[in-house]
């Protein structure tokens, strides 16, 4: 059986389900925000010594042969526990539990959790890809102003979060990558505030969001550069309807983007490269749990049958 560890409104998840009910391969999808309406129980005389329980169907520890890790929910506790010092107490034995789950699943993951959190460093992924060969943008991590102000009187530049990219609360936003100009390089409070990323803007002719599973990729092209709006951050404005199409890469390239997943600990990693204006190719990151579902959409790139065939294999 194949687990599917996820929430009830991650519609990635429902393109895997889709392909394995063509297949007819038996799986379980665990929406982890509803698991304190199952029953649970685990042991330790195996790490198969675990099971899952809700009125709609079960999954044992033993069944499971490979696990698909995509966006779990936190487990929501029920309502008549009123109490907000027993509600934590809840919340946090829940994710205890999930956490023990996850380490005992280690060896079927796709791409496992704690690879994830590793390889989301992104200064991480770009010494790597450094060292794999790939043209990187010039740039560093500062909150220094001074540093920061120097970089921009350099040349032209673009910031980026280290991390977060989503400012939560009533006026939820967008961190989008976005250009620096020498009025906000003096700015030096909210400079210090936290370091970001700094990187010499490429001029671009596309960008491109490069899927890898295994040693398959499937690389697609986005024509950004039509819009003003999504010049620099293709994500930005109203910019969704920009057309994408799927592109053949050189070897090299194919052969560096599968090296950089491998090198990051993962099988699955979804890789955002620029073509210039020259046709060189530069390497911006990685997301080691990114979205593929609307690349598929799009192009007809064949994504969720390569994660289902990696699933299906039985390999780690």
């Known amino acids: 059986m194949i687990l599917l560890v996820t929430n009830a409104r991650d519609l990635t998840t429902d393109f895997v389900v889709l392909e ?104 991480r992924q770009l010494r790597a890809a450094q060292r794999l060969g790939f043209q990187i943008p010039h740039g560093l991590v500062t909150n220094d102003p001074n540093r920061l102000a120097a970089f921009v009187e350099s040349g032209a530049s673009i910031a980026k979060p280290l991390r977060e990219a989503l400012l939560d609360g009533a006026e939820e936003a967008v961190m989008f990558t976005s250009r620096l100009d020498r009025a906000e390089a003096r700015d030096a409070s909210s400079i210090r505030a936290a370091p970001v990323i700094l990187q010499r803007e490429i001029s671009k002719a596309a960008d491109l969001r490069v899927t890898v599973v295994g040693d398959r990729v499937f690389a697609a092209a986005i024509d950004s550069q039509d819009q003003p709006e999504a010049v620099v951050d293709w994500r930005r404005g109203a910019s969704r309807d920009l057309p994408h199409r799927a592109v053949s890469l050189p070897p090299d390239v194919v052969g560096k983007c599968t090296d950089l997943v491998a090198e990051l600990g993962l099988t699955y990693g979804a890789i955002d490269l620029v073509e210039d204006r020259s046709g060189d190719y530069w390497f911006l990151e990685c997301n080691p749990n990114g979205q593929w579902a609307w690349i598929e959409t799009r192009t007809g790139l064949p994504i969720a049958s390569a994660i289902v065939d990696h699933l299906a294999s039985g390999e780690a």
Do not use: H, Q
Request: net charge negative; charged share 25%.
């Open 20 to 123: 394995l009910r063509r297949r007819g391969l038996p799986w379980f999808r665990l929406n982890t925000e509803r698991l304190p309406t199952s029953r649970v129980c685990m042991g330790w005389e195996a790490d198969e010594d675990w099971s899952i329980a809700f009125e709609t169907g079960a999954v044992r520890g033993a069944d499971v042969t490979a696990a698909y890790f995509r966006r779990p929910g936190a487990p929501e506790i029920d309502p008549a526990v009123a109490n907000p010092a027993e509600r934590t107490y809840c919340e946090a034995e829940w994710a205890a539990w999930l956490k023990s789950l996850y380490l005992r699943l280690d060896p079927l993951w796709l791409n496992s959790p704690n690879a994830i959190g590793l390889a989301e460093d992104k200064p």
